[in-house]
């Protein structure tokens, strides 16, 4: 059971828009520390993608947005395109636990 | 270019205890903000976060893990060393060592993470 809750799986046709949904609680999200996302392409390594305030590492298209609003956060992929498809894991920092936690992971699948 | 690579035992037996060596290039674990930590992924199964060692030598593990883990690091080799005693099936996984970039011993982001050790448990 993972400390922050994501949905299982998400899927879109290409060129759309997707939004995976990340919740967590007032010790993890609902503090002042950033959620980051993570994308794993299967049989890889996760990479970083972007964090909530949206800063994200060269190379990753501005298709792909972060946002946070009190206890859950959400990554956006517009455009949706067929690299794309693959696990997106959300992370944050829980006050509680004194630790780094990440979400159940959400596999995205294009149609 | 931040690199980082796992390097251990591939297969374990129940109750033995497991020492994973992370090798790093293109930083310095003496900078301050700078950790590397450790993370796992079962088969099939979302990532857990397990331990991190801070340029200040600080350390946190989780705490459903902590009494099995330490995590040590070498800054004149760069190299980070996680045990885990007591190893047990359930423990197989991919094990991953990442670099933490944060402005203190809280927070932050796994930002470039090394391509994983499969580690695998059984009699």
């Known amino acids: 059971q993972s400390v922050l809750t994501q949905p299982p799986s998400v899927s879109g046709a290409p060129g759309q828009r997707v939004t995976i949904s990340c919740t967590g609680s007032s010790s993890n999200i609902g503090t002042g520390y950033d959620v980051q996302w993570y994308q794993q392409v299967p049989g890889t390594a996760p990479k970083f993608l972007i964090s909530?305030?949206?800063n994200r590492p060269l190379g990753v298209p501005d298709r792909f947005s972060g946002s946070k609003s009190g206890t859950s956060a959400s990554l956006a992929i517009t455009g949706l395109q067929a690299e794309d498809e693959a696990d997106y894991y959300c992370q944050s920092y829980d006050t509680s636990l004194s630790g780094w936690v990440f979400g159940g992971g959400t596999k995205l699948t294009v149609l | 270019q931040i690199t980082l690579k796992e390097s251990g035992p591939t297969l374990m037996k129940p109750t033995q205890t497991l020492t994973l060596t992370c090798t790093f290039s293109?930083?310095?674990?003496?900078?301050?903000?700078?950790?590397v930590g450790w993370i796992r992924q079962s088969p099939g199964k979302a990532l857990e976060w397990l331990a991190v060692?801070?340029?200040?030598?600080?350390?946190r593990y989780s705490p459903s893990l902590k009494s099995r883990l330490t995590i040590t690091k070498d800054t004149s080799k760069n190299q980070v060393v996680l045990t885990m005693s007591n190893m047990d099936p359930v423990d197989t996984a991919t094990y991953y060592c990442?670099?933490?970039?944060?402005?203190?011993?809280?927070?932050?982001?796994?930002?470039?993470w090394g391509q994983g050790t499969l580690v695998t448990v059984s009699s």
């Open positions: 990442a670099h933490r970039l944060g402005a203190d011993v809280t927070g932050g982001r796994f930002d470039s």
């Open positions: 293109g930083f310095s674990l003496s900078t301050s903000g700078v950790g």
């Open positions: 909530a305030n949206n």
């Open positions: 060692i801070f340029w200040s030598d600080d350390k």
